[in-house]
């Protein structure tokens, strides 16, 4: 039905329809599957990232190396502090993408959306707007068919791997399909939608991938505090009514090319950025 970002416009605007609406008719006429079987699979997924982005916030979970674990914790008990900076809506979507990633390292059930690394961005953006708009089980629902839409599309004409496309790629993508989804979720249009995915992969477009001793932990669980805050912002530059200057398709393809020509070291393979670091050798040898 649709391989870009102006082919699933078009069929919005043709059919008066949301995003998630023409998501959730592709999903059903490619895996031929009905309506309710498709609802509640995706209710599945919600259920595992509730849970998910929740568990670490009233405990320490540490990770199986030992290396990260117990800052969603610290978050959610500086937030109810009441004495942050940034103020309770802020560190609790910090404090949730932290708890997916710290389920993550544990070797917890995650929702990789698109990927592990970056699974903390989605399922806390999608629970905080739900939080703040006292939205309904099926609006969440709703968006995620919406971040699943332009997952698609990113992984379809560019990539969602941090081995091929850097950090932007993995918590980039994740960060688009959640401004997408949020828009979505308070009532923006489709075109909005899109203006606040080009946001979100703007503003991280470069970002490395150089996790310490090669395990998903750190920066990536700091990536994820920081790329659910970029969705909201994003989403507010779009609901604001500022429109991207170049078009989504076109940003997508630009950060494809970005990732294509960084540096195999700045790819996953810890071999730069701040794994190549003196610090992040030394805990790499004594990891392993």
């Given at each position: 039905m649709f391989n870009k970002g102006n082919e699933l416009i078009k069929l919005c605007n043709e059919k008066n329809k949301k995003i998630s609406e023409i998501v959730i008719e592709k999903e059903m006429s490619e895996n031929n599957i009905s309506y309710e079987e498709l609802m509640n699979n995706m209710k599945e997924v919600l259920d595992t990232m509730i849970n998910s982005s929740n568990t670490a916030l009233n405990k320490e979970v540490i990770s199986v190396s030992r290396l990260s674990g117990g800052d969603a914790k610290k978050v959610e008990d500086y937030k109810n502090s009441g004495n942050t900076i940034c103020g309770d809506l802020?560190?609790?979507?910090?404090?949730?993408?932290l708890s997916t990633s710290e389920i993550n390292a544990s070797m917890?059930?995650?929702v990789a959306a698109p990927t592990a690394g970056a699974s903390g961005i989605l399922p806390s953006a999608i629970?905080?707007?739900s939080e703040k708009y006292n939205l309904s089980e099926e609006d969440m629902i709703c968006g995620l068919f919406t971040a699943g839409g332009v997952g698609e599309i990113i992984a379809k004409n560019a990539t969602i791997s941090g081995a091929e496309g850097g950090c932007q790629a993995e918590c980039g993508a994740a960060a688009s399909m959640a401004a997408a989804?949020?828009?979505?979720?308070?009532?923006?249009?489709p075109e909005t939608s899109l203006h606040a995915a080009s946001f979100a992969l703007l503003n991280i477009m470069g970002l490395v991938c150089d996790p310490i001793a090669g395990f998903v932990e750190f920066p990536c669980a700091l990536r994820n505090a920081s790329g659910v805050i970029n969705a909201l912002v994003s989403a507010d530059l779009a609901m604001a009514g500022i429109k991207s200057m170049v078009?989504?398709?076109?940003?997508?393809?630009?950060?494809?090319?970005?990732?294509?020509?960084?540096?195999?070291s700045l790819k996953e393979t810890a071999?730069?950025?701040?794994?190549?670091?003196?610090?992040?050798?030394e805990i790499k040898r004594k990891i392993l």
């Open positions: 802020i560190n609790s979507a910090m404090a949730k993408a917890g059930r995650i629970i905080t707007v989804a949020i828009v979505e979720m308070i009532g923006g249009s078009p989504f398709d076109e940003v997508v393809e630009a950060m494809y090319k970005v990732g294509k020509s960084m540096p195999e071999l730069g950025g701040v794994a190549a670091t003196p610090t992040g050798e």
